[in-house]
């Protein structure tokens, strides 16, 4: 019996999903990750497109899966704008398997929306981002909004489905599976516990640099996981570079986060969507796009670090 025939029904999706499959057809195994986690939610391959074809745009996919392994980067970076487009011209989700070499390459075309990027994914990943894809498929063109109520109780239920389905496949597997659960909502209210008060307000690149330094040491000494912070890691990051001028790559900032490339890129995600980070492109090359604090959390992190040094409190 295989781990995909041992799931129970129950967490197997009714009707299947209509997707198709881009890779290396010609490399071993190229794509089985992505089409065993379409199979084991009970999705339905439409087709298996080759990356040294002509990319056939007849079919109309509910979502497009990508596994990048075996593509050179010219290859990738002609490819990758017909996917990009097709899935936006059809509405659809977009799942993209990727090499950590390969990041800033796929995130100049693509990034957030319906676009979940996974870096050396293992099989608990594949099933995660393909569940969130379907579930988006079943709703009407232009309706999915996590942010209302509806939308957000139905993602809490797919979230439980997609543990057990994951879970599943890890013992079946003997796979590793690391899955961070959803991250807190980025920004909250702001607590009036602490005013503002007269005194210096002065800050620059070196003391954000200090603040980070002193989260990787105490990283050192309590383990990497334990105090996992990745949304204020790219921000003070992100703040750092911005006073001192300096452009920073998607795979950078991916470094910064102090987190696995798959989950920095979730994150750089989400801060994108909710209008915190910017990708800029890069005019010289277009394989690369920078990442920078949009204007309003530019102006959040100067009024934050000012209200910290005005209380005499420390940047942590």
Same mark, same amino acid.
């Given at each position: 019996?295989? *781990? ?13 999903? *209509? ?13 089985? !990750? ?18 040294? #074809?002509? +990319? ?14 075996? @593509? ?13 487009? $097709? ?35 293992? @099989?608990?990943?594949?099933? *995660? ?8 498929? !079943? ?5 999915? /909004? ?15 489905? #997609? ?23 980025? #920004? ?18 070196? /003391?954000?640099? %200090? ?23 790219? +921000?003070?990051? +992100?703040?750092?570079?911005? +006073?001192?001028? %300096? %452009? #920073?790559?998607v795979s950078s900032l991916c470094i910064a986060a102090a987190v696995a490339p798959t989950t920095a890129?979730? $994150? ?45 409190? %420390? @940047?942590?």
């Open positions: 019996m295989t *781990a995909i025939d041992a799931l129970s029904a129950d967490i197997r999706y009714d009707g299947g999903a *209509a997707a198709v499959l881009i890779a290396d057809l010609g490399g071993a195994g190229a794509g089985d !990750r992505l089409a065993t986690a379409l199979d084991a939610l009970g999705g339905r391959l439409m087709a298996r497109i080759d990356w040294h #074809v002509p +990319l056939d745009r007849s079919a109309t996919p509910r979502i497009i899966l990508v596994d990048t392994v075996g @593509i050179n980067a010219p290859l990738l970076a002609e490819r990758m704008a017909q996917i990009v487009a $097709w899935a936006a011209d059809t509405d659809a989700a977009l799942v993209v398997a990727l090499r950590a070499d390969q990041i800033d390459a796929v995130t100049a075309l693509t990034l957030g929306g319906a676009t979940s990027l996974l870096v050396d994914p293992g @099989i608990g990943e594949c099933v *995660a981002a393909v569940a969130i894809a379907i579930e988006r498929s !079943r709703q009407p063109a232009g309706v999915f /909004d996590v942010t209302r109520e509806s939308d957000g109780a139905r993602l809490e239920r797919l979230s439980a489905e #997609v543990g057990r389905i994951a879970e599943a496949l890890a013992r079946l597997t003997q796979a590793d599976h690391d899955r961070p659960s959803d991250p807190p909502a980025i #920004v909250g209210d702001r607590s009036v516990a602490y005013q503002a008060a007269p005194g210096a307000t002065q800050h620059d690149a070196t /003391d954000i640099r %200090r603040a980070i330094r002193a989260r990787r040491l105490r990283d050192q000494f309590f383990g990497g996981t334990l105090f996992e912070d990745p949304g204020w890691d790219m +921000l003070l990051d +992100l703040y750092a570079a911005d +006073l001192e001028r %300096r %452009r #920073v790559s890129l979730r $994150w750089i995600a989400r801060m994108t969507d909710s209008g915190l980070f910017e990708r800029q492109p890069d005019p010289h090359d277009r394989r690369r796009a920078y990442m920078a604090l949009s204007p309003p959390a530019r102006d959040a992190m100067r009024g934050y670090f000012g209200a910290v040094l005005r209380n005499e409190l %420390r @940047i942590a």
